[in-house]
């Protein structure tokens, strides 16, 4: 018979199953968070308007500064590993340099 461990987590039980559950969901949050920011960059590629528009830039380094925050807080209160939360952020720069490199190779 399988039992789930159970753990006192600020005076709530919380079961194994319950941690993992919240951690799928965090990331999952955090994922789409980056797609949105992402389909701002492919938007930005597909018409290859100057991403030194001040307003784009100001748009872009909002959106990337909100979702980096919101990885480390999920990462702090132990939601998501550190190492996917930079991939998320790794993958977004990426995508901001080959904007960046098609509008100067234009």
């Known amino acids: 018979m399988y039992r789930m461990k ?7 039980s919380v079961t194994s199953e319950m941690r993992i559950d919240h951690r799928e969901k965090a990331y999952e949050l955090l994922r789409k968070d980056a797609e949105k920011i992402a389909q701002l ?7 290859l308007t100057m991403p ?18 919101e990885i480390e807080f999920a990462v702090r209160l132990g939601l ?4 996917d ?8 720069e990426k995508e901001m340099s080959t904007l960046h490199d098609a509008f100067t190779n234009k």
């Not at 960059?41 to 018409?47: C, L, R, S, T």
């Not at 001040?54 to 959106?63: F, H, N, R, S």
């Not at 998501?80 to 190492?83: H, K, L, N, P, Q």
């Not at 939360?85 to 977004?92: A, N, Y």
């Open 6 to 12: 159970t753990e006192w987590i600020g005076g709530i």
């Open 41 to 47: 960059i492919k938007v930005q590629m597909d018409n």
């Open 52 to 69: 030194q528009c001040p307003l784009y830039e100001e748009v872009l380094d909002t959106q990337m500064f909100g979702l980096s925050r």
């Open 80 to 83: 998501v590993d550190e190492a």
């Open 85 to 92: 939360g930079k991939t998320l952020i790794d993958s977004l």
